[in-house]
């Protein structure tokens, strides 16, 4: 019967090319059929010459001749009738015990010299002492046993060369691939690759078992540029890769960046149903979360149940955090159920993709209660991971929470506040308009070391601008300047946001500002200000404005823009500016009609551009009545539902006091929020009864 060879599972998980052609020696036996057992009383002791076939061996096989220990007058007198066998009766519960206890006890003792060698000093004289019990006559399943069991990469190659000049291997390969399991339990990949050398110096053919075993050891290793190096000489040697090889490259490709031979061997092997491990999966889904395909992450998972595999907490993690940069906290959250309810612990892992996800999408009290779970099991936050709670709070407008964690992170010892850190703070007090609150936030940043950068520096001018501290804005203008930094679009955005907020006298103090740091804003707010402009300018510099800034910032300077004017009530010109932004694409998606019901949609303008609109949405519902065009059942106006982060008041509050002054029959809907409508019977009659526009104010 065959014996296989025990070892811990690699991260390849097989071994299995010695189940058939290389070591079939190892385990402990299973016995198929009996026949006449005969086991010599003397057998049991650890230097018993005990030889086990390599290909098959049954107890029925003839007792090979060096076990067969007659005394010597026996064979001197062939008619002597004593035997040193004893007969056991293969049926009998004795023989399962005496088989058992024969093979355990010297598997027992080889196992026990391999950790006497894991132990001893790596010196060739202590090696060899400890391998003296073996005896002169060593053989060579003893040596894998041994090297099999050990685990210091040192004096397994002490024990390697001991056995090497002692032994004469039916398979010297055999030797060789179990000591490079060693360095692969050791994570000693150098070793690995000079015992591979020395195998090709000495003659000796690698075979499948040798390079899947250095494969492995490259991916425990953290090396998969090394494992698929190692991958692909296979050819040179005659080795054709098993389905379990191939699947492992999966990982390996993917770790070293080549997505393209990773995605191309996992088709592969979804047609030929190879078995993939954990390990693998996990990588899949980091790439195809790298790459953007999040549907495609959630379709690795599927079909890694469906073939049966358990997700482990490392897939969890890896699905997390990939569903968590595609901003779909709900989907986090039902991952993170299935991952409890399957009997899984979080850990930090888990808690940081929560963090993270949570932190992204701005799900404040989801983040909040992951961060209070944490410090309840006595884990510890990284500074990345306080800083997105903070930069999330931030985000939310969570001031108290914000300055709760921060105080947490100071006294946790392991986690110093850097410039995100003090960054972060002063947002959140400046964005609540708290001045005395982030300047010393900026003094203690100062203090640590830190100069604060053209985001403080962002920060510190709109806290300054909602407390009406004009000078004070100026003067961190000039602070900027000062330190070499450049204004970008967002400063300027943010200057711009300001004089939305200043009294018309001391915009002038903002303008030399704005001027030096966009001379063409500078230019836009200056055709504003006056009050006669020639018929095309403002339109004119406006577009070559939008067309010189970021894409991100566009909406942001057109709502501003129109904000000054409605707060100078200069409507033709917030008119003729929101037009512009129609035009350019700057706003989408403002109106939409169908033969039932007409809509504007308001929700992502400021509160100037959002009047505006109302303005001229309501004189084109008044021509349309005028030309005779039937208006549809319906008419709504769609506010959106929430509120500014910092403020007490929503779009929908605001617009409701609005409505109210101009008398128009809109009427919040009880069962759609953010919504307003009217019948076209009570729009047509009110439309009617406007006598000439009505200036929208403010």
């Known amino acids: 019967m065959a014996y296989h060879l025990c070892s811990s599972p690699s991260s390849l ?32 002791s650890l230097h018993s010459r005990i030889s086990l076939r390599f290909a098959q061996v049954s107890l029925q096989d003839p007792i090979p001749q060096e076990t067969q220990t007659s005394n010597p007058q026996d064979s001197q007198d062939p008619g002597r009738k004593t035997k040193s066998y004893i007969w056991v009766n293969p049926r009998s519960p004795r023989a399962s015990k005496l088989r058992q206890h024969s093979y355990d006890a010297r598997y027992a003792s080889l196992v026990k010299i391999a950790e006497s060698l894991d132990s001893c000093e ?111 000489k296979m050819p040179e040697f005659g080795c054709r890769p098993d389905d379990v090889t191939y699947s492992a490259m999966i990982d ?43 549907d495609g992450c959630l379709n690795v998972y599927e079909e890694m149940k469906a073939l049966g595999v358990k997700p482990n907490l490392v897939i969890y993690n890896t699905l997390l955090d990939s569903m968590g940069r595609a901003k779909r906290p ?55 991971l306080y800083n997105t709670l903070l930069a999330m709070c931030a985000d939310v407008g969570c001031t108290e ?64 601008g909602k407390a009406n501290c004009t000078d004070d804005v100026v003067k961190t203008f000039d602070q900027l300047l000062e330190l ?15 004089m939305t907020q200043t009294p018309k006298e001391e915009l002038g103090k903002l303008i030399d500002c704005i001027d030096k740091a966009n001379p063409k804003l500078g230019n836009v707010v200056k055709l504003l200000l006056e009050e006669q402009n020639e018929e095309g300018t403002l339109r004119k510099e406006a577009s070559e404005l939008f067309d010189s800034v970021s894409v991100d910032v566009k909406k942001a300077y057109c709502n501003c823009l129109i904000d000054l004017c409605v707060n100078l009530d200069m409507l033709e010109k917030a008119c003729e500016l929101f037009d512009l932004g129609l035009t350019l694409e700057v706003y989408t998606d403002i109106q939409s009609k169908s033969p039932t019901q007409w809509s504007l949609y308001l929700k992502s303008l400021s509160l100037g551009a959002a009047l505006t609109a109302l303005h001229i949405w309501m004189n084109d519902l008044s021509k349309a009545v005028e030309s005779g065009e039937e208006l549809p059942a319906v008419l709504g106006i769609n506010t959106g539902h929430g509120k500014h982060k910092y403020s007490d ?26 919504w307003f409508l009217t019948t076209k019977v009570a729009a047509t009659s009110w439309l009617q009864a406007r006598n000439s526009p009505e200036l929208v104010a403010a």
Not at 22 to 29: C, G, I, T, W
Not at 135 to 160: C, H, K, W, Y
Not at 208 to 219: D, G, K, Q
């Open 330 to 384: 709900w989907q986090v959250k039902n991952i993170y159920k299935e991952m409890t309810n399957n009997g899984l612990q979080p850990n930090w892992g888990t808690y940081a993709a929560l963090i993270r996800a949570y932190g992204r999408a701005r799900y404040g009290e989801d983040a909040l209660i992951v961060y209070r779970e944490i410090k309840e099991r006595g884990l510890e936050l990284s500074v990345v």
């Open 484 to 498: 070499g930094i450049t204004p970008d679009d967002r400063f300027c955005g943010c200057m711009l946001n300001v």
């Open 122 to 232: 790596a010196t060739e004289e202590d090696v060899s002492l400890v391998l003296g019990c073996l005896g002169d006559r060593i053989l060579e399943q003893d040596a894998v046993i041994v090297l099999n069991n050990m685990s210091n990469p040192e004096t397994a190659l002490l024990a390697f060369g001991f056995f090497r000049k002692r032994l004469k291997p039916s398979r010297e390969v055999i030797l060789y691939n179990v000591t490079l399991k060693v360095f692969r339990k050791s994570r000693d990949f150098d070793r690995a690759e000079k015992l591979f050398d020395e195998m090709l110096e000495t003659g000796v053919k690698p075979d499948n078992v040798t390079f899947s075993t250095i494969i492995s050891c490259a991916r425990v290793c953290s090396m998969p540029n090394k494992a698929v190096e190692w991958f692909e």
């Open 649 to 674: 008041k929503g779009l929908a509050s605001v617009f409701e006091s609005h409505l109210k002054e101009l008398n128009a029959p809109f009427h919040e809907a009880p069962d759609k929020i953010g």
């Open 252 to 294: 390996a490709y993917g770790r070293a960046g080549n997505v393209d031979m990773a995605l191309s061997l996992y088709d592969r092997a979804r047609t030929e149903k190879w078995r993939i491990d954990p390990v693998t999966f996990s990588t899949l889904i980091r790439i195809y979360g790298m790459s953007g395909n999040f």
């Open 401 to 464: 929470e914000a300055a709760e964690i921060f105080e947490d992170m100071k006294r946790s010892g392991n986690c110093m506040p850097d410039s995100w850190t003090f960054s972060s703070m002063i947002t959140i007090y400046s964005c609540c308009g708290k001045v005395s609150e982030a300047e010393a936030m900026l003094n203690a940043m100062l203090e640590a070391g830190f100069e604060p950068n053209i985001f403080v520096l962002t920060s510190l001018i709109q806290c300054y």
């Open 13 to 44: 998980g097989h071994d299995r090319h010695y189940l058939h052609s290389s070591v079939s020696f190892l385990q402990k036996p299973t016995i198929r059929s009996f026949g006449n057992l005969f086991f010599q009383p003397n057998s049991l």
